[in-house]
């Protein structure tokens, strides 16, 4: 099994997935940093002859876009088309919830992997809660300022754990009919960010507040942290869309899957603020 983006978050967890099944794995990253019980390689997206080795050996790939690129397809089009003449025969795409079919970005790759593979799925999560730890703006936000902000008013989300992702990843790689259409992932309850915002103040014991804002101002926040313009107006967008209720769902998918109930974020910020140094640093 290839899985690109083997040190981001979901492709680091799939690895350990895939090897606690024991299964070959190809872990394939920019750096080509080592990932214990996988075969390391380099791998670039705008780099063609990083192409070869990546995919020598691999059956099936699990595809993450490169980061902050508003238009993937035309950068992922060709390594797709290599790796299915060299008989990669299936592909799992990291899309997100609120990007569909023949949508902008990642809903034209999902199109492309449709029409490239025999065998198929589109995984459309919900956002991560992993995007409340570790570097990410909304964690450095809490840290530095006790605070959430955001464009998305009193919408709500299902926040599915990054785990839950790469078990549900694994479990399509490896079986033995791919769905060959595309699931949306979520966790098990939709919260908004002041839910979110209690939640996170009762583990830490420190107030955390959820701060509204509009689209323009979050469009000069992700710009103001080296996003381009694009980037920038797209996940602001994606912003206003949780205000409507677009995100304000929740499905049986994750078990259905993976025969397991999909992590609680109750769960997730218990866990984190017993285990991890970084969350722990939202305490006074």
């Given at each position: 099994m290839l899985a690109i983006g083997a040190t981001g978050t979901t492709g680091?967890?799939?690895c350990r997935e895939?090897?606690?099944?024991g299964v070959p794995v190809i872990a394939a990253s920019r750096t080509g940093c080592g990932t214990a019980g996988a075969r390391s390689v380099q791998f670039d997206w705008y780099s063609p002859a990083t192409y070869e080795r990546a995919v020598a050996g691999a059956e099936a790939?699990?595809?993450?876009?490169?980061?902050?690129?508003?238009?993937?397809?035309a950068v992922m089009r060709p390594f797709l088309q290599y790796a299915a003449s060299k008989k990669v025969r299936r592909a799992v795409l990291l899309s997100s919830s609120l990007v569909p079919a023949g949508g902008p970005g990642l809903g034209r790759v999902h199109e492309l992997v449709a029409e490239t593979f025999d065998e198929w799925a589109v995984l459309r999560p919900s956002w991560f809660m992993q995007n409340f730890t570790n570097d990410h703006m909304h964690a450095r936000n809490i840290r530095d300022r006790g605070l959430i902000t955001t464009a998305t008013g009193d919408g709500?989300?299902?926040?599915?754990?990054a785990h839950d992702i790469a078990r549900v990843a694994s479990a399509i790689l490896v079986g033995q009919n791919?769905?060959?259409t595309d699931l949306t992932l979520t966790g098990p309850s939709a919260l908004s960010y002041a839910d979110v915002a209690s939640i996170i103040s009762r583990a830490s014991g420190r107030t955390v507040r959820h701060q509204q804002t509009n689209y323009q101002h979050m469009c000069e926040i992700h710009r103001s942290n080296?996003?381009?313009?694009?980037?920038?107006?797209?996940?602001?967008?994606?912003d206003a869309l949780i205000a409507t209720g677009a995100e304000d769902r929740v499905t049986d998918t994750v078990a259905r899957v993976t025969g397991r109930t999909p992590t609680t974020f109750e769960t997730f910020v218990t866990r984190k603020w017993a285990c991890e140094t970084?969350?722990?640093?939202?305490a006074p």
């Open positions: 680091g967890l799939l895939l090897i606690g099944r790939v699990y595809l993450i876009a490169p980061t902050g690129e508003p238009a993937p397809e709500r989300v299902a926040f599915i754990d791919a769905p060959n080296g996003l381009p313009e694009a980037y920038a107006e797209m996940l602001a967008g994606l970084e969350f722990r640093a939202i």
